[in-house]
């Protein structure tokens, strides 16, 4: 009889061991999948918070400089820029240049060129156009989708239908 007896104990261990890597494979599964999913939608979630980024900081400069004749539109060695006066001569540019909206704080006659700018974050494209004192500033991200932002600028000096008569 004990030696009966000795194989069922035998058999009663390797059955929960075998239980117990079941649970233990199932236990890491559902962890790895938890990880993945996270991975995804945090991924996804930095996509989209580098265009609302970019759209906030470019809005937020341009109503921070908001005075009298501070902003415009111009080129810095052929690169669309936004400019922005922060007075004694000296500019914030806010731009893209090779694939990053870049931005640089410079003095007139300083020579600065585009990549003399401090990367802000990655993005495609940068298209920038001025109408009657609204600067529309069009942002394509790094997964090709374009964001548009419309910044009213109340100091622009905007000629009325009068002037233009």
């Known amino acids: 009889m004990k030696i009966g007896q000795l194989k069922k104990h035998n058999i009663d261990i390797m059955f929960l061991m075998v239980l117990f890597l079941i649970f233990t494979f199932s236990a890491v599964s559902v ?5 993945n999913s996270y991975r995804s939608v945090a991924y996804a979630n930095e996509e989209n918070a580098s265009a ?3 759209t ?12 009298m004749g501070a902003i415009t539109l111009s080129k810095l060695d052929d690169v669309d820029c936004i400019k922005m006066s922060e ?4 500019n914030l540019y806010i731009y893209e ?3 990053f909206l870049m931005e640089l704080e410079a003095k007139d006659g300083a020579g600065a060129t585009p990549d003399f ?6 993005i495609k494209a940068l298209d920038l156009s001025e109408q009657d004192g609204v600067i529309d500033a069009e942002i394509t991200d790094i997964k090709g989708e374009s964001f548009d932002v419309l910044i009213g600028v ?12």
């Open 31 to 35: 962890l790895l999948m938890a990880v």
């Open 52 to 54: 609302r980024i970019a």
């Open 56 to 67: 906030s900081y470019i809005r937020e400069q341009v109503r921070y400089h908001d005075d």
């Open 87 to 90: 007075g004694e001569g000296v």
């Open 97 to 99: 240049y090779n694939g």
């Open 117 to 122: 700018g401090n990367k802000i974050l990655k």
């Open 154 to 165: 109340k100091s622009m000096e905007v000629e009325s239908d009068e002037k233009q008569k």
